[in-house]
T-cell receptor
Framework: DAKTTQPPSMDCAEGRAANLPCNHS???????VYWYRQIHSQGPQYIIH???NNETNEMASLIITEDRKSSTLILPHATLRDTAVYYC??????????????FGTGTLLAVQP | NAGVTQTPKFRILKIGQSMTLQCTQD?????MYWYRQDPGMGLKLIYY???????DKGEVPNGYNVSRSTTEDFPLRLELAAPSQTSVYFC????????????FGPGTRLTVT
């Protein structure tokens, strides 16, 4: 699985959009980009994933560059409850051991009132 | 659905003791996983299972054992607990394939003294 690089921390004002970047320059053509978050002391929570196209769901939007070497997770209107560590994970599409998630240290997003 | 449940929430063990961490999911997922998370770090895969009767090692299996006699349950056994096993343990489950997200339990905080 390709390695990802994320900034260790970011701040965002409440109500504003939070844009979390992720670099995955060694991504393979069949690898998905996943985003999870972990609110303090809780289990990780799935947010969104994508392969090539931009994706949007009720929680966030995922923008993947055309060369797929980087992506941005967008929380359109951040709230205090969005304060968490956000993990960007690249993963191959097969089952078994390659179905595992490789977590780095993520980005700590602090939403300020 | 309760999702993924884990018991106990907290446990303190003495060095050399043994215990079993319980994990149950009610989503009929084939895949189940055990991760550990040390302070300030991302999650690391201990063991995983692709179905009842099938288990395999992850990145950090030493000191642990698992079994999968049913689709719902995936207990993690610690034999001869050591201080290095002090961590938060998360169980997760998913459908097969990388396009399916993993659902995590609330975690078990284990301290070995």
């Amino acid at each position: 699985d390709a390695k990802t690089t994320q900034p260790p921390s970011m701040d965002c004002a409440e109500g504003r959009a939070a844009n979390l970047p992720c670099n995955h320059s060694t991504i393979s053509g069949n690898e998905y980009v996943y985003w999870y978050r972990q609110i303090h002391s809780q289990g990780p929570q799935y947010i969104i994933h994508g392969l090539k196209n931009n994706e949007t769901n009720e929680m966030a939007s995922l923008i993947i560059t055309e060369d797929r070497k980087s992506s941005t997770l967008i929380l359109p209107h951040a709230t205090l409850r969005d304060t968490a560590v956000y993990y960007c994970i690249v993963r191959a599409p097969y089952g078994g051991a390659t179905n595992k998630l490789i977590f780095g240290t993520g980005t700590l997003l602090a939403v300020q009132p | 659905n309760a999702g993924v449940t884990q018991t106990p929430k907290f446990r303190i063990l003495k060095i050399g003791q043994s215990m079993t961490l319980q994990c149950t999911q009610d989503m009929n997922h084939n895949y189940m996983y055990w991760y550990r998370q040390d302070p300030g770090m991302g999650l690391k895969l201990i063991y995983y299972s692709v179905g009842a009767g099938i288990t395999d090692k992850g990145e950090v299996p030493n000191g642990y054992n698992v079994s999968r006699s049913t689709t719902e349950d995936f207990p993690l056994r610690l034999e001869l607990a050591a201080p290095s096993q002090t961590s938060v343990y998360f169980c997760a489950s998913s459908l097969a394939g990388a396009s399916y997200e993993q659902y995590f339990g609330p975690g078990t905080r284990l301290t070995v003294t």
